[in-house]
């Protein structure tokens, strides 16, 4: 259970299929596990969506 | 004068002595009152608990249904005004068929669910000029959630008003012990909303993340309504891969696919990977392996893999990824989508430990697909 002063935030986890570079960036709407978002800006290479996940962030 | 001797409550109600009227009655009154009102006073402490409990529940029966409606109205294309015929779905029961029947329940319990899921689909589909598969699946089990929390609500509300009217004190009790369980389910149902309307993993997605992963690269074919499969190969040997289709909002129909990958494939043994609820005091995203089909649910899909399995005498080993009732139906937590790789190895040692080359594996993801593709 989420604690009541929880704030969960989600995180789009995105990697290079080719050189394995890794972005982590806020959710955005339409966004799935395994879609192919864009070319990668260091090889060219084909970027996909890896996980999907939420983070706590517990306010200080 | 000498006042070292003088006790107060001694000399006003003779607590050394019990022959004292007044002590008596400080003494006798309250056990009558609690021999014939203790139940009545306990009633009033308890009512006051569950009544703000049943308030929270309504609360958010009210808040899923204004969101539900809220994002078909501002998402989707409704024919009209959706409100009137979108309150009746959150009435809808099912009957399940008489459990004295010797031939089995289990085929008629199967047909009960699929006839219901069938009709829900077709009457959420009719609401709409314009609705793709995605936003099928995700109203339909945004219904779901709107009704289980309608029922909970009904439910307490039942039980507190009939104690309540009856004056039953003893009638109140298994619903104050149920209550914390209830209302984590409901918590959890309503932080389930958001994440659904997003269409974002949620923690039961966790087998469909590893099988989707090892399904990358195959070519995926149907196998059975909202379910596909794929083929691929590990040390030697031929994996089937099956899970439902993502990222579709949807568990898929895992006890017909498997009917029908068994019937063609005949593989050698079965590996299930599926969320399961963690015990009080285990961590969430703990891994355990074990025997026989997991996969929860009313039970008729484990029953049609059971059966196919001891028909054609396969071996079902089972992999589970522990979480609360919270972790499995909202956002996928941190620490449970990091296991991926760790699940994915465990599959491999599994089997390469439990069958040779040229064999092969039929390996199913179970569980909401819910922004996971393949």
Known sequence: ?60 | MDFSDFDVLDEFFSTGDSSNPIMMLVWILPLILFVFYGQRIQLIITSGDIKKKLAKLDQYRNDSRDDLIQYIKKNLTPKGDPVEKIDRFFDYFTIMPVDIDPNGIVPKIHRLVRSREDTTRKQVKSLFTEIDAMEITKIQTLLEIVTTLQLFHKIVRHLFLTAKKQNNYPLILPLQMMLPFIMEQADALRDAVPVLQQGQPIGDGIGPLVVGEMMLDTKKQKAEFETVYGESEFKGRKLILLKAEGPYATVGRPGEATEFLVSKFKPNIIIMIDAALKFEGEESGTIAQGFGAAIGGIGTDRFKIEEIATKYDIPVFSIVIKQSVSDAITLMKKKIADQTDNIKNQVHEMITDNTSANQSVLVIGVGNTVGVSQ
């Open chain 1, 1 to 60: 259970m989420f604690e009541k002063n929880e704030i969960i935030e989600s995180h789009t986890l995105e990697e290079c299929d080719a050189c394995k570079k890794q972005l982590k960036r806020k959710f955005s709407q339409g966004d799935y596990v395994f879609k192919y978002t864009s070319k990668c800006s260091s090889c060219n290479g084909q970027v996909r969506i890896t996980k999907i996940f939420g983070e706590t962030l517990t306010p200080r």
